[in-house]
């Protein structure tokens, strides 16, 4: 029914990065189907939940092109032991699909506590949750073979931060 899925950040009654989520959305629709969302009701119902949001709150919006629903819950930081790599050639998730069983599936013997990379064609791309950074000479690098681009990820490279780049050499990271 909801195939897209965004999750936004709320906290002290704002939900962070709004117009990138909104973006991402009618880049969605346009993609999957080849039209517009209208975005102001989405819009409206986000902020108005925040503002009523006292606590730090991951909020799942699920969508299609017609309807959308908001399903929030309470923020928690992960906290990762061991990182595994995990190769997967066949992987697609250039849209923020509401159906993660294939990123579920590469995680399916690994703990709660541990977290994977995964690798694609022999490139990083992103860890099952989030895209990934290196700490590299001196500053943050971003693998140029992300599953999703990310939020924030777009929103470090758009605002050029002397710490956060792309892999300089434009070639990817290989395993």
Not at 10 to 27: C, D, G, S, T
Not at 79 to 95: A, G, K, P, V
Not at 105 to 111: S, V, Y
Not at 130 to 154: A, D, E
Request: proline share 3%; hydrophobic share 30%; aromatic share 12%.
């Amino acid at each position: 029914m909801y195939p897209f899925i965004e999750t936004i950040h709320i906290e002290h009654q704002q939900a962070y990065e709004l117009e990138r989520h909104l973006l991402r959305m009618q880049k969605t629709c346009i993609e999957y189907y080849n039209q517009e969302k209208k975005l102001n009701e989405v819009q409206a119902d986000i902020l108005h939940f925040a503002s009523q949001t006292k606590i730090k709150t991951k909020l799942s919006l699920h969508y299609n092109i017609d309807k959308h629903t908001l399903l929030p819950t309470i923020y928690y930081q992960k906290n990762i032991e061991t990182f595994f790599l995990i190769e997967n050639n066949e992987i697609d998730y250039h849209l923020k699909y509401a159906d993660r069983n294939s990123l579920n599936q590469l995680k399916l013997n690994i703990k709660n506590e541990d977290e994977i990379i995964i690798v694609k064609d022999g490139k990083i791309t992103d860890t099952s949750f989030s895209n990934i950074c290196f700490f590299k000479q001196n500053q943050w690098v971003t693998p140029n073979t992300p599953l999703l681009n990310g939020i924030k990820r777009q929103k470090y490279l758009d605002e050029k931060k002397n710490y956060f780049t792309r892999n300089k050499s434009r070639r990817p990271f290989y395993i």
